[in-house]
């Protein structure tokens, strides 16, 4: 469960940076909202899953998915470039985090 938690987690931290830069600033009301809730939202969910994981894999794993989701959403919807060395960076971090996945996810 506790890996639940730091996946939701990672995917309001790609919430919140796309927020970040639709706030134009925090020029925006709405987009500063969602920015601010968000990042709340995310940040709870991490604390959550470090209470049954390693800060070190658990903290990669959560700016991993924020990181690669965040790329992704802004080449698909916010006119980023989408090149052929992009997605081979994002595939190397998402192969990054499963790799942290295998390498063992229990607190001792």
Do not use: C
């Amino acid at each position: 469960m506790a890996w639940l938690y730091v996946i939701v987690g990672g995917l309001f931290e790609t919430a919140f940076a796309v927020s970040l830069k639709e706030s134009q600033g925090f020029s925006r009301l709405w987009w500063t909202l969602s920015f601010a809730i968000s990042v709340i939202i995310s940040m709870v969910l991490l604390g959550i899953g470090l209470r049954d994981l390693p800060v070190g894999t658990a903290y990669a794993v959560w700016t991993g998915i924020g990181a690669a989701g965040t790329a992704i959403v802004g080449m698909l919807f916010m006119n980023d470039p989408a090149s052929m060395l992009r997605i081979s960076a994002i595939g190397l971090i998402v192969g990054g985090v499963v790799l942290l996945n295998l390498a063992g996810g229990t607190a001792h």
